[in-house]
């Protein structure tokens, strides 16, 4: 098996291929980077309560599974050969085919008039954690008292539903902090998308006066040079910082390779399996795939775990789709906890069940258990971390 991503989603399937076959089935592993930079707590290293060596974890610590590790980046995908083109760190490239494929490449980003995704260091989305983290962190220390923060939020689907508003307290709480200074939160959406009631509290009460929370005002340009971005409203905000959140979609390898049909952002999949629709042998898990179930780390872990199932009873010869006992009990679940003050947090779980759509006729993951804590306190702060740092032992060694 052929697995290209090592985060939350592609670790755990890969360590779960090799567990549940007993070591059989031979997993090669393929990530640019020898360990993963986790995004999950990355906006506590925005306010200095983490550092980023604490939020990385080494593919190697999956060592004992027995999966290779190739340190490449996939440069395309033949989804009809189940084979990936990868250009090796010595910048030497090889193809590498597999039984079946497993893509866990997490997101990618749709195009911006003004903005350049490759040279982005004036205006960090930091939404994928490691070097645009620290970029953010940087300019938010060097943003004075009564300085601007600007956010722009992205239509769902996107990563982490209540992640934005979840950074945006944060920067609130540095600037109160340093003495004042304004966060400005232009969200494509009509209202807050996760949480609504937790952060509009927060807004407007601890932090009233400093954000500033406008609906329906969707990104519609940058302009890098003067931290300007242009808006649905006919309305431009400037920052000393601006975050912007592009409009997210799958990673561009997996946009061209057909597994997105056309005028669509992600790949759609068979939940009981995670197999392409399209493709046959591709298996798409984590964020970049179509279901619309949560795209959070929790929820990767969770596909990955069904997937590897699904593909350790093909290879054992028995059809995954056919087993009524396992296709009944289906369940995936999410969790977010949401640091709303340097030490205080919120939380947000959902759980889903395969059944049948509101058609009466399709299956789908359908939510059955949604909550969410009814405020933000230390002692959901404390949890935050014990959840982690399951979540992380569970995924990554
Ligand atoms: C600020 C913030 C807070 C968050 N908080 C939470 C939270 O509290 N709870 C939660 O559950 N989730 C949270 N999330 C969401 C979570 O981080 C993602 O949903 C999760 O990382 C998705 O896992 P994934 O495996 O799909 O993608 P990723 O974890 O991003 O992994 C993708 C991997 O693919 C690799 N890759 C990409 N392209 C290629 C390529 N071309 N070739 C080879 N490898 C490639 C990358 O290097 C990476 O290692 C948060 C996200 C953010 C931004």
């Known amino acids: 098996m052929i697995v290209v991503g090592g985060g939350f989603a592609g670790s755990m399937v890969a ?45 190697s610590k999956l060592g004992p599974y027995g999966a290779q590790n190739v340190q490449g980046q996939v440069t395309s995908i033949d989804p009809a050969a189940r084979s990936v083109t990868v250009t090796l760190n010595d910048s030497t490239t090889t193809k590498l085919t597999g039984d079946r494929l497993i893509l866990a490449m997490g997101i990618g980003f749709g195009a911006v008039p003004g903005w350049d995704p490759v040279k982005t260091t004036t205006i960090p989305h930091a939404w994928i954690a490691g070097q645009q983290t620290a970029i953010l962190r940087d300019q938010l220390r060097a943003l004075p008292a009564g300085g601007i923060f600007v956010m722009t939020v992205p239509k769902k689907p996107y990563r982490c539903p209540p992640g934005p508003y979840e950074r945006a307290c ?20 009509s209202g807050i998308q996760a949480e609504a009631d937790t952060f509009n509290r927060a807004f407007t009460g601890i932090y009233k006066g400093i954000v500033s929370n406008i609906p329906n005002a969707a990104l519609v340009s940058v302009d890098a040079a003067s931290r300007k971005v242009n808006t649905s409203l006919g309305l431009s905000f400037a920052g000393g910082v601006v975050n912007m959140l592009p409009p997210h979609q799958a990673p561009d390898a997996v946009m ?19 197999e392409s629709t399209l493709f046959p042998g591709v298996h798409v898990i984590g964020d970049t795939q179509a279901t619309e179930q949560p795209k959070s ?11 590897a199932d699904a593909i350790v009873r093909l290879w054992q010869g028995f059809d995954p789709l056919a087993d009524l006992d396992r296709t009944a009990n289906i369940t995936t679940n999410s969790a977010c906890y949401s640091p709303i003050t340097y030490s205080e947090a919120s939380w947000l779980t959902a759980n889903f069940a395969y059944g049948l759509a509101k058609d009466g006729k399709t299956y789908q993951m359908n939510p059955v258990q949604v909550g969410e804590a009814e405020k933000w306190d230390g002692e959901n702060f404390e949890d935050m971390f014990t959840w982690a740092s399951n979540l992380f032992t569970d995924s990554f060694t």
Request: charged share 15%.
């Open 15 to 59: 360590k779960y291929i090799r567990l549940s076959s007993g070591g059989n089935v031979a997993v090669t592993l393929v990530d640019p980077s020898p360990s993963h930079v986790s995004c999950v707590l990355s906006n506590l290293v925005l306010n200095g309560r983490m550092q980023l060596s604490e939020r990385t974890i080494a593919h």
């Open 170 to 189: 944060l920067v609130a709480d540095i600037m109160k902090r340093k003495g004042g200074g304004k966060v400005v939160v232009l969200d494509a959406s």
């Open 256 to 274: 061209k390779s057909g597994l997105v049909p056309t005028g669509k952002f992600w790949a759609p999949v068979d939940p009981l399996t995670y």
């Open 297 to 307: 780390a929790h929820m990767a872990n969770s596909q990955a775990k069904v997937c």
